[in-house]
């Protein structure tokens, strides 16, 4: 018969765990029925790490001394954020220190739970509180998911340490998560796991017997291929490995051709360390300062497929906005340094929508490299020298002894004059004259042109190029 506790949570979007579930006297399941419910449970599920020195890739968090560390080693009430990618171990995180620390273990969902749920969970919490003095970790999964009205809902608990609340999210907190919330809980940042951290949750489900026991290996290239797939997601991983595993007879080995089969996904051929790597962004590059976006956007999606760092996309967004569109186009560094923002708030997979709108705006855009050109034969003229002493007028001229010295005599201050632009001289001496920056007459950097060639005029003391008085340029 159930308890009122297990009819509460089976009528609710709430998974409940507590020692009782564990193993411990007052079990609900024999050990047997528990074992088939066990065996029949997804791969990553079975291999969610039972401790935290089993955590992986998230050893800034785990370590000896650190704040997750000493709440795990602790039966204080605790109020946590887990903020990270999907598949770094938020929820596994949140299961071993629930367990580590003997509390109750509440699971809610926010994409399917509501305040109702919330308030039965933390009044059931209470009850246990008061009854038997047992903690219980309510842990909500993409919490920022929940509205204000629903956040807010946490904050008595949280306040009165009737729970010890822990939430995870795949974006930023100060942007998702309503202020007092956030005031009163512990932010703690997952990082993305890396190829070697994907490599070893794969060996271990291979070799582990609550995985395939070693029944299965995998072919040369394959362990490769799954972390490319992976996407730094560790449970996308496990399900992949696990989908191609299905069926296989004892001592099977999964191929390459077998695990494209399995999960409906294509080998990309490309590596991110040899020539596939810098073949690919090359083309990239060139076919955004072609002009071509839809070539553009198969070598975006080719990189994105074969599991390529979006920031590294980004980075080279970022650096081609200014290298080949400049000043023919200035909004184009905008939206490449957007994108590039995007994917750390977001990330991927959503964040694919943001890298293809960069693309696409800077493929489009109008193509000018005077800006790259400018800067390059400014340092050309530095590295050989040409870097004279600052002239006299323009040097410091705010501490005691620089007048005696002639400094910032004869300055010019350009807001003095109608035109906003005064006749005098900025350069060193040895580059007086020199014209780095050659503006096109492509897009918004036609009007660009005309704007510093009347500057210039003025500077030379030429007033507009006509004779006549300098005006605003």
């Given at each position: 018969?159930?308890?009122g506790r297990a009819l509460w949570a089976a009528a609710s979007n709430v998974t409940v765990v507590t020692s009782a579930d564990a193993g411990q006297s007052g079990s609900l399941f024999d050990d047997s029925a528990r074992s088939a419910e066990q065996a029949q449970a997804p791969?990553?599920?079975r291999m969610r790490p039972r401790s935290l020195s089993e955590v992986v890739g998230q050893g800034h968090l785990t370590r000896d001394g650190s704040p997750l560390r000493k709440l795990a080693d602790s039966n204080a009430p605790m109020s946590v954020l887990l903020w990270g990618p999907p598949g770094t171990g938020k929820t596994t995180l949140?299961?071993?220190?629930?367990?580590?620390?003997r509390r109750r273990f509440v699971e809610l969902s926010a994409v399917s739970a509501g305040v109702k749920d919330v308030r039965a969970a933390i009044e059931t919490a209470r009850g246990e509180l008061g009854l038997t003095g047992r903690q219980t970790v309510l842990f909500i999964d993409e919490v920022h998911r929940f509205s204000k009205t629903q956040q807010d809902a946490l904050l008595p608990?949280?306040?009165n340490r009737w729970v010890s609340f822990?939430?995870?999210t795949t974006e930023n907190p100060s942007f998702s998560v309503v202020g007092p919330l956030l005031s009163r809980s512990l932010l703690l940042t997952l990082r993305?796991?890396?190829d070697a951290d994907i490599l070893q949750v794969i060996d271990r489900a291979l070799a582990d017997e609550r995985g395939l026991g070693g029944r299965v290996r995998l072919a040369d290239g394959v362990a490769a291929h799954l972390v490319r797939l992976s996407g730094g997601d560790a449970r996308r991983a496990l399900t992949y490995l696990e989908a191609a595993a299905l069926g296989l007879p004892a001592d099977g080995e999964i191929t390459v051709a077998l695990?494209?089969?399995?999960?409906?996904?294509?080998?990309?051929?490309?590596?991110r360390a040899g020539d596939q790597h810098y073949d690919v962004i090359s083309a990239f590059i060139k076919s955004m300062r072609g002009s071509d976006a839809d070539a553009a956007l198969h070598y975006l999606a080719r990189m994105i497929e074969a599991g390529e760092d979006p920031r590294y996309i980004a980075r080279r967004l970022i650096v081609h906005a200014s290298e080949d569109v400049g000043m023919a186009d200035p909004t184009a560094l905008q939206t490449a340094v957007a994108a590039a923002q995007a994917v750390e708030f977001v990330g991927l997979p959503e964040a694919q929508l943001n890298l293809a709108q960069a693309v696409i705006h800077i493929a489009l855009a109008p193509k000018s490299n005077a800006v790259a050109k400018a800067i390059l034969a400014a340092r050309a003229d530095v590295e050989q020298g040409l870097a004279g002493p600052v002239p006299r007028h323009l040097r410091d001229a705010s501490y005691p002894g620089a007048a005696r010295l002639g400094h910032g005599e004869g300055y010019s201050?350009?807001?003095d004059h109608p035109a906003g632009v005064v006749a005098q001289q900025y350069a060193p001496d040895d580059v007086a004259g020199r014209r780095y920056y050659e503006p096109t007459t492509r897009g918004g950097e036609a009007r660009v042109t005309e704007r510093a060639e009347r500057i210039r005029s003025i500077l030379d003391g030429n007033a507009d190029g006509t004779g006549q008085p300098p005006t605003a340029p």
């Open positions: 018969m159930l308890t791969l990553a599920v949140a299961n071993v220190v629930a367990s580590a620390t608990a949280v306040e822990i939430g995870a993305p796991l890396g695990l494209e089969r399995a999960v409906d996904r294509a080998m990309v051929r490309y590596d201050y350009p807001h």
